[in-house]
């Protein structure tokens, strides 16, 4: 069972944008502070931003300014408009909920910031 489905991922310049979609089911998004973590190669997966139902946001400090998480509840879908990108940017992106569920962690979507 598909419980959190992610896309938008690519490969981008520094300086570039990307939106990513993360799409859940409705008994998830309706109860659960959504987030989106990422994983760059050979790092721990870490905390990008969090959003429950239009409110409760935070981000981690490197995204500050750039990203903005977003979500249309309707649709049970989450987003994150990533701004200036960098380098340190490059990482797999997942969505699940905050805290997250070992269960959930789909394959996430792959962003790739080049020089």
């Known amino acids: 069972q598909v419980h959190l489905v992610e896309s938008g991922g690519g490969l981008v310049q520094a300086g570039g944008s990307l939106n990513l979609s993360c799409v859940a089911s409705?008994?998830?998004?309706?109860?659960?502070?959504m987030g989106w973590y990422r994983q760059a190669p050979g790092k721990e997966r870490e905390f990008v931003a969090q959003i429950y139902r239009g409110g409760m946001i935070k981000y981690r400090d490197s995204v500050k300014g750039r990203f903005t998480i977003s979500s249309d509840v309707p649709k049970n879908t989450v987003f994150l408009q990533m701004n200036n990108l960098n380098l340190e940017d490059t990482a797999v992106y997942y969505c699940?909920?905050?805290?997250?569920?070992?269960?959930?962690w789909g394959q996430g979507t792959q962003v790739t910031v080049s020089s």
């Open positions: 699940n909920t905050v805290p997250p569920s070992r269960v959930f």
């Open positions: 409705r008994s998830i998004f309706s109860k659960s502070i």
